[in-house]
């Protein structure tokens, strides 16, 4: 599966963005989705995660009660709605799908798409 972020820019503290991922293929439904993010100068962290029918998500603590993971599996597109934004939320955030059908605390994520940059100003 090839994997397409969108929705990054530049935004103020305590604004909010959506990020966009679409995902090729006919079988986005078999993939957890997760994202993640890389700040400059820090290594890449979780950020959520959803199963393949949306029933199941999770969350870092960092983003929890900000950010809200979703998904439409007939548009093939995995989503993060970040409210509340921080200076500290600033990375490029990546999506990843996962097709082993493992709980979404034990994947290991297959494959990634390419990142799309968050700056939050204070």
């Known amino acids: 599966v090839q994997l397409q972020a969108c929705g990054g820019g530049l935004v103020q503290a305590g604004g909010s963005l959506r990020l966009s991922c679409a995902a090729s293929g006919r079988t986005f439904s078999r993939y957890a989705m997760g994202w993640f993010r890389q700040a400059p100068g820090k290594e890449r962290e979780f950020v959520a995660a959803i199963s393949g029918l949306g029933g199941s998500t999770l969350y870092a603590d960092s983003v929890k009660g900000r950010f809200t993971i979703s998904r439409d599996n007939a548009k093939n597109t995995v989503y993060l709605q970040m409210n509340s934004l921080k200076p500290e939320d600033t990375a490029v955030y990546y999506c990843?799908?996962?097709?082993?059908?493992?709980?979404?605390?034990?994947?290991?994520?297959?494959?990634w798409g390419q990142g799309t940059e968050v700056t939050v100003s204070s």
């Open positions: 990843a799908a996962d097709q082993s059908l493992q709980s979404l605390r034990a994947l290991k994520y297959d494959y």
